[in-house]
């Protein structure tokens, strides 16, 4: 996907259940704005088709307030959605081109880790807790992300490799990455979801006057 002067955000995404041939109570919603590109998983909680319903509840909204750029405020939009469900965890960051940035807000046990090709890490911090229509507290951080940066983002079926960071930051597609995680990953009993996206520095190409 083009994001600006030749650079692309790519993203692939790895999302399995706990039962084979059953629905996943993990969902997630990744779309690229004009500005930014938002990524979000959510976790219902327990298993099975009410876990389902909660975390597909979340990611509906979270799908029809695209236009909404602060992943807090797309907390609080799915927040009211899930009155009366068993609730739901979710992540939702939002890589902003314009400023350089990335935006973390997430409740429960979502992790999220942005990394720069000098291996720097930073951690964004969800608070404990889940969604389920009452009022709750969380906070949204924002820390620097540039081209050539990777960010991870997963649920708690997900145990990163001990040497992830070296996998995440050799050349490859996000998609050879995610597929060399999975290889590597120990398997937990739980669904599953992980979201590997990179801001591709791509080399200006020549130009002759
Ligand atoms: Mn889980």
Not at 41 to 49: E, F, N, Q, T, Y
Not at 144 to 163: A, C, E, K, R, W
Not at 182 to 204: R, Y
Request: charged fraction near 20%; glycine fraction near 8%.
């Amino acid at each position: 996907m083009k994001v600006e002067n030749g650079n692309t955000f790519t993203y692939s995404i790895h999302n399995t259940s706990k039962k084979p041939n059953t629905l996943s109570g993990d969902c997630y919603f990744a779309r690229q704005h004009e500005n930014y590109m938002l990524l979000s998983i959510a976790d219902g909680l327990g298993s099975g088709p009410a876990a389902r319903f909660a975390a597909e509840k979340t990611v509906k909204e979270i799908e029809a307030n695209f236009d909404v750029d602060s992943p807090l405020q797309l907390l609080e939009l799915s927040n009211r959605t899930l009155q009366g469900s068993r609730g739901s965890v979710v992540g939702i960051a939002c890589i902003d081109w314009r400023s350089c940035s990335c935006k973390y807000a997430g409740i429960g046990n979502i992790t999220c880790i942005s990394i720069t090709p000098q291996r720097k890490k930073q951690y964004y911090l969800s608070v404990p807790g889940y969604l389920n229509g009452r009022s709750f507290h969380a906070i949204e951080r924002s820390f620097p992300f540039h081209p050539g940066d990777t960010i991870v983002l997963y649920s708690d079926g997900i145990q990163l490799p001990d040497n992830w960071e070296y996998i995440v930051t050799e050349p490859g597609s996000t998609q050879q990455v995610l597929q060399r995680i999975i290889h590597q990953m120990e398997t937990i009993n739980d669904d599953a979801t992980l979201i590997i996206g990179k801001w591709d520095q791509t080399s200006p190409s020549s130009t002759s006057f």
